[in-house]
């Protein structure tokens, strides 16, 4: 497709939800190398690229962080990633190429967004992913609930990509360890942890079990609207920085959480 800058137009005031989406789809699904796009999910990737450098930033993971989350998956060898924020799918494509090609069983992508959602499986498909990436449109604590449920089975999941609203992060993640679907044996990896950051998540998974058995008491027996997750204190993580790039060039990193225990119990 030719030689491309090294990086995204920057991010700009207003970075999404202003057409460049469906701008990104036309851009895709009409690309006059489309024969060599469909079907191949690395070309449809460089394509996302592309617009990305030539045309509109996108809220992507980019190909710098993303290498960090595909090495891991090729390493650690997953049978299942369940990713919170999906976007427009370029993340569900880069893991879920990963892990199939790891040997993984399943990729599933929670988004919020019904039109990015759309997006997201309209690109999916054209990466010849479809059969393998499934993604789930709807409030993420409603489809972890929903998950949860219809588990077979274990409910925890292999690894955990976080990438939806930051604030949401942590709570979210309490979530999954009230549902068992992040339990010892889990990997959890959350982005955009230099910017914005996200101070908080990061004490959580790095703090000691008796400081956030302490942190919970005041709340236990209070929380009544389930909009608030208590989590499960007694997870033991061992986290670490990987340090990278935005897609605009900025440095970020991920933290990659490894659930590796669970001391105790209520």
């Known amino acids: ?38 079907g191949s999910p690395e070309a449809v990737l460089a394509a996302i690229d592309d617009f990305g450098h030539s045309q509109d930033f996108l809220m992507t993971v980019g190909e710098y962080k993303g290498k960090i989350v595909s090495d891991l998956i090729a390493k650690e060898k997953p049978q299942t990633v369940l990713e919170v924020g999906g976007y427009v799918g370029y993340s569900a494509i880069m893991f879920g190429d990963a892990l199939r090609k790891a040997g993984g069983q399943k990729y599933v992508s929670l988004e919020m967004n ?69 339990a010892p044996g889990s990997i959890v990896v959350a982005d955009d942890m230099y910017v914005p950051g996200n101070p908080q998540y990061s004490e959580y998974v790095r703090a000691p079990v008796q400081s956030k058995v302490e ?32 897609p605009s060039g900025l440095p970020d990193a991920v933290e990659v959480s490894y659930c590796v225990d669970a001391v105790g119990s209520d």
């Not at 449109?137 to 949860?148: D, H, N, Q």
């Not at 449920?149 to 292999?158: E, L, P, R, V, Y």
């Not at 979210?172 to 068992?180: Q, W």
């Open 1 to 38: 497709m030719g030689a491309a800058p090294a990086f995204y137009k920057p991010e700009g005031e207003v970075f999404y939800n202003d057409g460049r989406e469906d701008a990104l789809l036309k851009f895709i699904t009409t690309h006059p190398q489309q024969a060599e796009i469909k």
């Open 114 to 182: 019904a039109k990015f959602a759309a997006i997201a499986r309209a690109l999916v498909d054209v990466a010849g992913l479809s059969g393998f990436v499934e993604i789930v449109e709807g409030p993420s604590r409603e489809s972890l609930r929903k998950i949860a449920a219809n588990s077979k089975g274990s409910k925890a999941w292999d690894m955990i990509f976080l990438d939806h609203s930051k604030i949401s992060y942590l709570n979210d993640l309490k979530l999954c360890e009230e549902l068992g679907i992040v």
């Open 215 to 246: 942190a919970r008491k005041p709340f236990v027996g209070c929380v009544s609207d389930g909009g608030l997750s208590l989590g499960n204190p007694y997870l033991v993580y061992e986290s670490t920085i990987f340090e990278g790039l935005q």
